[in-house]
């Protein structure tokens, strides 16, 4: 897990530097290239999907993972018995 927030550090870095230069930059001969900060923003990207897939992040891995048994209510379907119950 710590190589994904490694990957997502790194790539949440290089999109600040993008924001600050351009995308394409002039070398001293005069030729256009990519800006280095972009290569390094699709890297980690990549990285980073590549970890979601191995961790079971990924939507089609998450829907493949199956609970057996109930957890109790959810904080959201709260019915108020539990209340009844502690004041009684």
Same mark, same amino acid.
């Given at each position: %897990?710590? !190589? +994904?927030?490694? #990957? +997502?550090? $790194?790539?949440?870095?290089?999109? @600040? @530097? &993008? @924001?600050? =230069?351009?995308? &394409? &930059? $002039?070398?001293? #001969?005069? +030729?256009?290239?990519?800006?280095?900060? &972009? #290569?390094?923003?699709? @890297?980690? !990207?990549?990285? %980073?999907?590549?970890? %979601?897939?191995? *961790?079971?992040?990924?939507? /089609? *891995? $998450?829907?493949? /993972? #199956? =609970?057996?048994?109930? %957890?109790?209510? $959810?904080?959201?379907?709260?019915?108020?018995?539990?209340?009844?119950? *502690?004041?009684?």
């Amino acid at each position: %897990m710590s !190589v +994904y927030c490694q #990957a +997502y550090g $790194r790539w949440v870095e290089s999109e @600040k @530097k &993008l @924001k600050d =230069t351009p995308a &394409l &930059l $002039r070398t001293p #001969a005069g +030729y256009v290239q990519p800006s280095p900060w &972009l #290569a390094i923003s699709n @890297k980690n !990207v990549e990285l %980073m999907h590549k970890f %979601m897939s191995e *961790l079971g992040l990924s939507p /089609v *891995l $998450r829907s493949r /993972v #199956a =609970t057996t048994h109930s %957890m109790g209510p $959810r904080p959201w379907e709260f019915t108020g018995q539990e209340d009844d119950e *502690l004041f009684s």
